[in-house]
């Protein structure tokens, strides 16, 4: 596995993941399992250090989750506009 997927504990209103990795193809089938699977609003924290498949940017923009990027790069790349 080329990834870890924690989970902060200290938030009980929603469910925070915390990701740090390669965020490829199986590790978006991972989340998304863990995203449906919560009876609580899921807060996805893509930790410095992730890299995104560029395959997978439009999944990861349509998960039904918050996605927040710690990297400054990973943050713009996630919130630019599709040609």
């Known amino acids: 596995m080329t990834y870890r997927i924690d989970i902060d504990r200290r938030c009980e209103a929603e469910r925070v993941l915390l990701f740090q990795g390669l965020l490829d193809r ?6 998304l ?3 449906v699977a919560s009876a609580l609003p899921v807060r996805l924290v893509l930790r ?11 999944a990861v923009r349509a998960l039904p989750a ?6 400054a790069f990973l943050s ?4 630019e506009e599709l040609p």
């Open 76 to 79: 713009r790349w996630l919130s």
């Open 66 to 71: 918050h996605v927040f990027a710690e990297s």
């Open 26 to 31: 199986a590790a978006l089938d991972d989340l």
């Open 33 to 35: 399992l863990r995203i």
């Open 48 to 58: 410095t250090g992730t890299e995104l498949d560029p395959v997978c940017l439009a």
